[in-house]
């Protein structure tokens, strides 16, 4: 079974609806009948929490987490063993720490990230990616 890991853009884009939003759909309809795993970090659970409070506040991040909650994905709790990838892939490329543990949980699982971030191009030769559409 293929394993996939979301970053926070991939979860933005599903839940705003926007170009790329049917490739996430169709990922978790892959994963709700058991043809892929879908991951996702806490820490980008986090990212994606304090995106849309700041967007659509208190209880819009409520109801975020509760699909998520709804949803096939499983949330990877950070290890200490992950939290030092992250640090390494931070000390090579200069991207956002939150997508260094998107890409160091990728790594651990052999799996691609979905993702349209763009700042994800400064990481190519560490990971697989599966692009969406950038925005």
């Known amino acids: 079974m293929r394993n996939y890991v979301l970053d926070s853009y991939a979860m933005l884009t599903y839940f705003q609806n926007e170009a790329g939003a049917e490739q996430v759909e169709k990922l ?3 994963a ?6 879908l991951f996702l970090s806490a820490v980008n659970l986090g990212e994606t929490a304090y995106i849309t409070q700041r967007k659509a506040g208190m209880e819009g991040k409520r109801s975020l987490l509760l699909a998520i ?12 063993e992950q939290a030092l990838n992250a640090a ?12 260094c543990f998107a890409i160091a949980l990728a790594r651990s699982l052999e799996a691609p990230v979905v993702t349209g971030d763009p700042e994800f191009k400064k990481a190519l030769s560490l990971v697989n990616l599966e692009w969406l559409p950038h925005k």
């Open 32 to 37: 709700e009948t058991g043809d892929v795993n």
């Open 69 to 80: 909650e709804a949803l096939p994905i499983r949330i990877a709790e950070v290890t200490k």
């Open 88 to 99: 390494e892939i931070k000390a090579q490329c200069a991207i956002a720490f939150a997508d």
């Open 28 to 30: 978790l309809v892959d």
